[in-house]
């Protein structure tokens, strides 16, 4: 199966800064690469598809972009609502996989 | 408006089974695969299999081969998920989640096993 590793696991950040999660597959894979926030007590949500698809209704802060084995999500300016696990997900190949999650910490 | 509902939370004993609803409303039903993913206490997210809602054909991951079955009812445009022999590492919120990219989730079924 796909291997993702993301990372960092952990990030403290203060509003406004810049985030960047990696999203790296143990194999190449198509742009069917999806990232989501997950809220405390709350399901998972949609923020881009197919690598670097925006959704609607969230903010443009949110970018993605990458191809091959890379991925990346990227948070231009950092918000206090943006505290969350983000996960990014593959369903280019069966099984499909998710990495392991990304807590973003809000000092 | 469009939405995935879910059955309320469930507790059982080692050995059971457990059916967890997923009710689609406010979109095409035949349009879009449901996945299923569960989630274990403080941990990520594993997805289980989908199923076609237009044939029923199903995919499932192998770490739940021959232990899980998804079906489903058109004429309610329901999904449902079985999961048998549970063992405690079955303790997990259930989600269902729409279509290729996940892109409309229920709000997760918890299931507690428990003796």
């Known amino acids: 199966e796909v291997v993702l590793t993301q990372s960092p696991d952990f990030q403290s950040v203060t509003p406004k800064e810049k985030v960047t999660i990696t999203c790296r597959a143990s194999q190449t894979i198509s742009s069917s690469v999806h990232w989501y926030q997950q809220r405390p007590y709350q399901s998972p949500k949609l923020l881009i598809k197919y690598t670097s698809q925006s959704i609607s209704g969230v903010p443009s802060r949110f970018s993605g972009g990458g191809s091959g084995t890379d991925f990346t999500l990227t948070i231009s300016s950092l918000e206090p609502e943006d505290a969350a696990t983000y996960y990014c997900h593959q369903s280019s190949i069966l099984p499909y996989t998710f990495g392991q999650g990304t807590k973003l910490e809000i000092k | 408006q469009v939405q995935l509902v879910q059955s309320g939370a469930e507790v059982k004993q080692p050995g059971a089974s457990v059916k967890v609803s997923c009710k689609a409303s406010?979109?095409?039903?035949?349009?879009?695969?449901i996945h299923w993913v569960r989630q274990a206490p403080g941990q990520g997210l594993t997805w289980m299999g989908t199923i076609n809602p237009i044939d029923g054909s199903t995919t499932y991951a192998q770490k739940f081969q021959g232990r899980v079955a998804m079906t489903r009812d058109t004429s309610s445009t329901t999904v449902y998920m079985e999961l048998s022999s549970l063992t405690f590492e079955d303790t997990a919120n259930y989600y269902c989640a729409r279509g290729g990219a996940f892109d409309l989730w229920g709000e997760g079924t918890m299931v507690t096993v428990s003796s």
């Open positions: 406010g979109y095409t039903f035949s349009n879009y695969y």
